[in-house]
Each structure stands twice: as C-alpha cells, then as structure tokens.
C-alpha cells in the first residue's frame, strides 16, 4: 500500500513538473521570438477630415468616484471633429459616483462635446450587459473603450483610427502605461509583468499571425467586427478576451500598436490585485471551456491552435505550481526510500528552470522597455515569483471554478486616482477586506514551512526549494492582506463581496 502510495505521489509531481516546465518553456519561446521582431512602422495620421470615420467612445463605470472625472476629462479632450464622435457614459453606479458624473458630463457638454450620461436600473451582465446596452444607440462606426482608471492622451483616435484603413481589421489595441508605477514595490512589479504582457506576448502573437485579446480597454473595435462575432457576451468574467476570440475565428484582423500609450492606475493593495487577478484566470479559464473546442474543430492554421491552446490554459500553471509542490513535500515527509532524493533534484531543477526562464523573459521586456535601467528592473523578479506563488491557492480556486462553471459576480478592481508616492488611498472608500483569504494563505504557508522542517528533520536532506518558495510566498501575501484588510475596516468595506 505504502508502495502504491508513493507511486501515485511520484507520478503526479513528475506530471505537474513536466506541465509546469511546458509552461515555462513556452514562455522561454515567446521571449526568444521577441527578439527578432523588429518593432513596425506606425501609421501615419490620417490628414484629412472626410478620412475620418464617426467613433463611440464607450466608458463603463461602477462605483468610481475618484477617478471618473480623471477619465472622462480626458476623453472628452481627444482632437476629433466634434461632429463625428459621441461619448457613452455607461454609469451602473449605485454610489455618490452619479452625482459627480452629471456635474462632470453637464460641464462637458456646455462646452460643446457630444456626451451622453446612460443608467441602467440593473447591472445584468456586469461589464459586458453596459458595453452592449451602450451599443444599442451607438452611432459610431467604430467604437473606442476605455476603463475609469485610464487617460488617453488627446492624440490618441488621430493615431490608432487610421488602422481601420484596412477593411479586414476588426480591433486595434494600445499599450497601457502606468500613472503610479513608482508608488510601491507591488506597483512596479505588476508594471514589469503587464510591460512582458504587452512587449512579448502581443508583439510576438502579432507578428507570427496568432490570436491576441483585447485587454477590455484602450483600444477600439471596429462595430461591424463586434456584431459579426455574436456581440458582449457576459457568460465569462473576461468578456473582452472571450470576444477577441470570437472575432478572430470570424476572420477579423486584430493590430497591436506598442507605440500608442494610454496611462492607467495600477491597483495598490494586494487584496485589488488579488482580485484582479483571479477575475483573469477564472475569466480565462470560463473561455478555454467555452470557446477551446470550437478553436481545435475551426480551420485555422495549427500553429494558430497551439498558441491559442497555451494562451488560454496559461492559468492552469498556478494549480500545478501547488500539485508539484504539496505531491513532493509528501514523498519527502513520510518516504523512507530514493523517493525523497528523487523530488529534491527535480524540484531543484525545476526551481532554477522556473527562475532562469522567468529571468529570461522579464530581461527581454526590461531591454526592450528601458535600456539604462533593465538590470534595476531584473531586482522585481524575485518578488514577482513570491507574490506570484502567495496568490496561487486563490488563482486555483478560480481555475477551478471556471473550469466546471461555477459563477461569481463581477467585481471590478478599484481605483483611487493616486499617484507615484500618494498614500491619501488609504483613507479612502472601495477598501477591500479580504481577511478570509489571508487567514487560509497564512496557515497554508506556516503549514508548508512547517512541513519542510519536518522533512529535513526526518530524512536528513535539506527542505525542497519550491516548498520554501510557496510557504514563504504564502505567509508574506497573507500578512499584507491582514494588514491591509485591518485599515480596510477602519474606512469601511468595498462595494461587493470578495471573490476570494
């Protein structure tokens, strides 16, 4: 039995390290591939006025007071011929938020611009029920969306419109920037993960004529390409990834513009960006199961089914991180045979593969990003990987729950109009409690360190890298989630429930 045992253990730890190590290879791919992309030429501006198509600039809000003037100044201040382009207000707000949109959007419209404020007396369908609500009066023939925490610059339709020149394009996507990146290490360390997102995964999937998403925001769709898709669909938790699909396998086009910049706020707390986070990979998940076995049965290219395989399963990763982990830590603690030796190599090597190929990968965004300050940059990849493996019990509990269909409402990340070194969020509404989750991630972590010392002590070998990576990575996400959580009683709760 005790046999039979140690086989079943082995032989899950090798299958999730053989996964894992897939995962990280491909990343490794990605990267490698970057690499020989030469960056194309943007477009020129379109001169003209008769060029100029008419554009819907389409922004849903939900409870966000502080940064919804920000951004509807800033839209409301993009260079277009006011005679074709509107503005859609698209306000499920519950709050005060309302009130100081009307005061924002009457002073907007005085002074000419085309704004419309529309409410809905449900949020049916969350995010993806406002975007196609809006779309039932929308007169544009493309249409522009952005999120409240995001201020595109005033040139930004006179950069990306002349994209939709070419009749088979169907989305145009622009990079994201970062208002508040140097506010704290977690700041800059999601700025370097979404920098990879951006440099590597969009360029290179562009580039080999793959499929890529648009990321729900900073970008604008071309209508006929949303409606030949089916329209927003709110059966996932990443309507704008489970869309970009659709469109794609429709035959539209998608154009990734890394020269066109729109800054935006990064969350500040690890309970926003756990959230965020898990919103992503059940999303992701939802739409693998939805949308996966129509992409394998279509009649794309092969190549174009395997990298759609890799992007949507990518979440997957985080439950073999803890498959791979809690399997060896197992074998170690009551193995009396090679077993234990056998996962201490395989987890030592999987951890430096893990390390080198993460390394490799945020190298080339940081080269390609800032030059003169890549190697400072490479000193967040540690705490990336940390982080990374605090939050992993939740992102599985949402691979989880996207994989067998199990639904939660929409929480949307909040956002508190701050700044780099701007601590006044900490007293503001939209905090988010989170206590639940950290007390679990705690006890987790203690549990795994505990067990590693248990296991040296037993066997005489030394405790498993992994094991220490995710035990201190637990302890370390939890203790800032109480932290944080504790201030967030002190101003009162969110808007919603946690999804954690």
């Known amino acids: 039995m005790e046999s039979l045992a140690l086989f079943i253990l082995l032989t899950v730890h090798v299958a999730a390290a053989l996964g894992l190590s897939a995962f990280g290879y491909h990343r490794m791919q990605?990267?490698?591939?970057?690499?020989?992309?030469?960056?194309?030429v943007a477009t020129p501006p379109a001169t003209h006025r008769d060029d100029l198509p008419s554009v819907t600039v389409q922004v849903p809000l939900f409870n966000e007071m502080y940064v919804?003037?920000?951004?509807?100044?800033?839209?409301?201040?993009?260079?277009?011929?006011?005679?074709?382009?509107e503005i859609q207000v698209l306000d499920d707000s519950t709050d005060e938020t309302s009130d100081r949109v009307k005061r924002v959007i009457a002073a907007l419209a005085d002074s000419g611009r085309n704004i419309v404020h529309l409410r809905r007396t449900h949020r049916t369908g969350y995010k993806a029920g406002a975007l196609a609500a809006g779309l039932q009066t929308a007169r544009g023939e493309l249409i522009a969306l952005f999120d409240a925490d995001f201020a595109p610059h005033a040139d930004f339709l006179k950069q990306i419109v002349p994209e939709f020149k070419d009749a088979g394009v169907g989305m145009v996507q622009a990079r994201w920037g970062y208002i508040n990146e140097q506010a704290s290490w977690l700041t800059r360390a999601q700025a370097l993960q979404l920098d990879a997102h951006f440099t590597i995964e969009h360029s290179v999937r562009q580039a080999s004529g793959f499929f890529f998403n648009f990321n729900g925001t900073a970008g604008i769709w071309r209508r006929q390409?949303?409606?030949?898709?089916?329209?927003?669909?709110?059966?996932?938790?990443t309507e704008d990834l489970d869309l970009s699909y659709r469109a794609q396998?429709?035959?539209?086009?998608?154009?990734?513009?890394?020269?066109?910049i729109v800054p935006s706020e990064l969350p500040v707390e690890v309970a926003a960006y756990r959230i965020q986070q898990q919103r992503w990979a059940q999303g992701g998940i939802e739409t693998a199961r939805k949308l996966l076995p129509l992409i394998l049965r279509s009649d794309v290219t092969r190549p174009i089914k395997v990298a759609a395989t890799w992007?949507?399963?990518?979440?997957?990763?985080?439950?073999?991180?803890?498959?791979?982990t809690l399997a060896g830590l197992s074998v170690g603690m009551f193995s009396q045979s090679l077993g234990h030796w056998w996962v201490l190599a395989a987890d030592g090597l999987l951890l430096t593969f893990a390390m080198g190929s993460l390394g490799f990968f945020y190298?080339?965004?940081?080269?390609?990003?800032?030059?003169?300050?890549?190697?400072?940059?490479?000193?967040?990849?540690?705490?990336?990987?940390?982080?990374?493996?605090?939050?992993?019990?939740?992102?599985?509990?949402?691979?989880?729950?996207?994989l067998f269909g199990r639904r939660i409402p929409f929480q949307r990340t909040p956002k508190y109009h701050v700044a780099s070194g701007d601590n006044s969020w900490r007293a503001r509404r939209y905090r988010i409690g989170g206590a639940r989750a950290g007390w679990i991630e705690g006890v987790s972590g203690i549990a795994l360190l505990v067990g590693a010392v248990l296991e040296a002590i037993w066997?005489?070998?030394?405790?498993?890298?992994?094991?220490?990576?995710?035990?201190?990575?637990?302890?370390?996400?939890?203790?800032?989630?109480?932290?944080?959580?504790?201030?967030?009683?002190?101003?009162?709760?969110?808007?919603?429930p946690s999804i954690s």
């Open 30 to 40: 990605l990267a490698r591939l970057r690499r020989k992309i030469v960056p194309p």
């Open 68 to 85: 919804a003037e920000r951004a509807l100044t800033a839209v409301a201040a993009m260079d277009y011929p006011n005679d074709r382009i």
């Open 225 to 237: 390409a949303i409606d030949d898709a089916g329209g927003w669909h709110a059966d996932t938790l």
């Open 249 to 260: 396998l429709k035959g539209w086009r998608f154009v990734y513009r890394d020269d066109v």
């Open 311 to 324: 992007h949507l399963l990518i979440h997957f990763s985080y439950a073999l991180l803890l498959l791979v």
């Open 363 to 402: 190298a080339v965004t940081a080269k390609a990003r800032d030059p003169s300050r890549w190697l400072r940059r490479m000193a967040l990849v540690p705490l990336i990987m940390i982080v990374g493996a605090g939050i992993s019990i939740g992102q599985t509990a949402a691979v989880i729950r996207g």
């Open 459 to 496: 066997n005489n070998v030394p405790p498993s890298g992994l094991v220490l990576l995710l035990g201190v990575g637990l302890v370390t996400v939890s203790t800032l989630t109480l932290a944080q959580s504790s201030a967030a009683r002190a101003v009162g709760r969110s808007d919603g």
